[in-house]
């Protein structure tokens, strides 16, 4: 029986996922870390849930670096949640953007170089393995992920797309 590329994808997105999830479930506390109490809670939460916060609150720097994407969704998630501030939520979502992106890193590999097994391999454990479990373990840091996403997308779109001149030709 042949595995087709899509059940294949899946199972990698699941096992990534759950991967994530069980090292969440066994290694987290529901408390903020540093960076949230000041980026989120102080910046953004606060003005959201007094009426005031303003567009240009959201470009106020964490660190040097305009986290604009990563407080949205912060502020999302809080209102799904019900205006209650959850950090494990924000891992567990943080979870599931790794997972998407890795998916998405073997689907791309997969359709540039078929079913290369030692790559697809190497890459897939590179994610499921707990190397980045400070990412994984702070809900205030989707920017790695969401980096991650979007470079892939920028690369795939560069290697493969033509050119934005006439006549599209390609480098």
């Not at 980026?39 to 964490?62: C, K, Q």
């Not at 209102?79 to 494990?88: A, E, M, P, Q, V």
């Not at 924000?90 to 790794?98: G, K, S, Y």
């Given at each position: 029986m042949e595995i087709t590329p899509f059940y294949w994808l899946l199972s990698c997105f699941c096992l990534i996922l759950a991967s994530r999830l069980v090292f969440i479930r066994?290694?987290?506390?529901?408390?903020?870390?540093?960076?949230?109490?000041?980026?989120?809670?102080?910046?953004?939460?606060?003005?959201?849930?007094?009426?005031?916060?303003?567009?240009?609150?959201?470009?106020?720097?964490?660190?040097?670096?305009?986290?604009?994407?990563?407080?949205?969704?912060?502020?999302?998630?809080?209102?799904?949640?019900?205006?209650?501030?959850?950090?494990?939520?924000?891992?567990?979502?943080?979870?599931?953007?790794?997972?998407?992106?890795?998916?998405?890193?073997?689907?791309?590999?997969?359709?540039?170089?078929?079913?290369?097994?030692?790559?697809?391999?190497?890459t897939f454990f590179m994610c499921v393995l707990p190397i980045s479990w400070n990412n994984t373990l702070s809900g205030f840091h989707s920017c790695w992920q969401l980096l991650m996403i979007f470079s892939l997308v920028a690369f795939w779109g560069l290697l493969t797309k033509p050119r934005f001149f006439p006549g599209g030709e390609r480098v």
């Open positions: 066994y290694f987290t506390v529901p408390i903020s870390v540093s960076d949230q109490w000041a980026a989120e809670a102080a910046t953004l939460f606060t003005p959201w849930l007094h009426d005031s916060l303003t567009v240009s609150d959201l470009f106020i720097t964490r660190n040097q670096h305009p986290v604009i994407y990563t407080k949205l969704i912060s502020l999302l998630l809080l209102i799904l949640n019900g205006y209650r501030w959850d950090t494990i939520l924000e891992m567990i979502f943080n979870a599931v953007l790794a997972a998407g992106g890795t998916t998405l890193l073997l689907y791309l590999l997969y359709s540039l170089i078929g079913f290369h097994l030692p790559v697809l391999l190497v």
